[in-house]
């Protein structure tokens, strides 16, 4: 069965094709056909006026014909597509995902803070990992940031957080949204130590990238700071051409990393996984478990 996912992010919109294949043992293999990476950078629109401009609305209806397009020739049979935190804040989100249903026949749905850590968490990570410990999963976007904790097999909580690399890139984030995660977060990891992080997002994937670690080795949050010091003082177009990063990448991780970093500290998480998976995985997962439950 081949499934798509499309996620309409604050910085990016990415589309995820997957071949999914049944095995006896009641394994599920999740292969990935195509990903693409398209950096539409709504919510440097929309946090700043408050909508969707014309010129990104264009982009966006453009981008998702070619990932109609693309969706026929790998012959999806289904698929998922959903809009986070750009979307939620834009005063006209409706009404550009109205027009883009009337143009392409894709279906977009603007999903809660709460819904997207949902849809993060329907990886299940943390299931391939140490039963008797505690994770803390953290996906940091351009509009906000999910966390979700977990312990021995259960779901403590799941929260979203309007605290992005776009939002602090454009000073929107107040001393009193960082205040309130912080404490959110402190007061509810406080019964779950000791605990290791899980981070999920393109900027954590990158940073993973150029550390050279092997897959399923974590990065110490002394690395990260020290990613934050060095990618922090270099000036943007020098970090482009040192680290390779698109000009998409190259601005946004450096409040990503204060972002990781602060979270990591506030918790005494020593060390962060990065298994490399985002909203794309989860929405394609979730909606495998739609097409193969047995009805009532």
Request: neutral net charge.
């Amino acid at each position: 069965m081949i499934l798509a996912a499309i996620d309409i992010g604050s910085n990016a919109a990415r589309l995820l094709i997957c071949e999914t294949s049944f095995y006896k043992d009641g394994t599920v293999d999740f292969t990935k056909l195509c990903l693409l990476r398209i950096p539409l950078r709504l919510g440097f629109s929309v946090f700043d006026n408050g909508y969707v401009s014309d010129e990104k609305k264009k982009k966006l209806l453009e981008t998702l014909k070619a990932y109609k397009i693309l969706m026929g020739i790998y012959e999806v049979e289904a698929y998922k597509a959903c809009a986070t935190s750009a979307m939620r804040d834009a005063a006209n989100g409706k009404e550009v995902l109205d027009e883009i249903f009337n143009e392409t026949g894709i279906k977009v749905t603007i999903i809660t803070g709460q819904e997207e850590a949902n849809i993060i968490y329907e990886t299940h990570i943390a299931e391939k990992l140490n039963e008797n410990k505690s994770y803390l999963y953290i996906d940091v976007g351009g509009g906000s940031t999910e966390i979700s904790l977990f312990s021995k097999n259960q779901t403590i909580f799941k929260e979203s957080f309007n605290i992005g690399t776009i939002r602090l890139l454009n000073k929107k984030v107040t001393d009193e949204q960082w205040d309130h995660m912080k404490w959110y977060v402190k007061t509810y990891v406080r019964n779950y130590q000791p605990l290791e992080a899980i981070g999920t997002g393109g900027n954590i994937n990158k940073i993973f990238s150029i550390s050279k670690r092997k897959d399923g080795k974590p990065l110490s949050i002394d690395l990260l700071k020290d990613y934050y010091k060095e990618i922090s003082y270099t000036p943007l177009d020098e970090r482009k051409h040192i680290y390779q990063f698109r000009a998409d990448r190259a601005d946004v991780i450096v409040p990503a990393l204060q972002v990781y970093i602060s979270i990591m500290r506030w918790t005494n998480a020593e060390e962060i996984y990065v298994p490399k998976i985002g909203l794309a995985d989860g929405l394609i997962k979730m909606l495998y478990n739609e097409m193969t439950a047995k009805p009532n």
